[in-house]
């Protein structure tokens, strides 16, 4: 089990926001921001790069989920930012799909 299937199984603990059949939402343990919190599916994609077309159900619910998640803890009007690391040079870490979603404060560009 990857780490995150071990917090949507609860086996690890986190700070759980919200919940859906296939994807959970918690707080990321070392926050970049005021609001920091990562959306997952349950089921392990690895990384965006290795998602399927008959994946694509899959990732608009998660994409939505971000949205209504951000709404939730009162990102809807202030903004925030949707962020996928994807391998080496994109900074993953931990290898089972999730977006951060990052609010609170204003985000600056270019990323780093
Ligand atoms: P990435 O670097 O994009 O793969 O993101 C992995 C994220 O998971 C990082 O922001 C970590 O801080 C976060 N993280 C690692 N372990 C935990 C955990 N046990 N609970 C919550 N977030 C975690």
Not at 6 to 27: C, N, S, T
Not at 62 to 90: K, M
């Amino acid at each position: 089990m990857t780490l995150f299937e071990k917090i949507a199984a609860k086996v690890i603990p986190a700070k759980i926001l919200a919940e859906g059949d296939d994807w959970i939402a918690f707080r990321d343990i070392a926050p970049q921001a005021p609001v920091h919190f990562l959306i997952v599916p349950k089921r392990c994609i690895p990384r965006i790069n290795e998602a399927a077309p008959s994946d694509a159900a899959l990732l608009g619910t998660l994409f939505a989920a971000a949205a209504s998640t951000a709404r939730q803890e009162g990102l809807g009007e202030s903004g925030y930012r949707i962020v996928i690391n994807n391998g080496p040079d994109g900074g993953e870490t931990v290898p089972h799909l999730h977006l951060h979603v990052i609010g609170g404060r204003q985000m600056t560009w270019p990323p780093g």
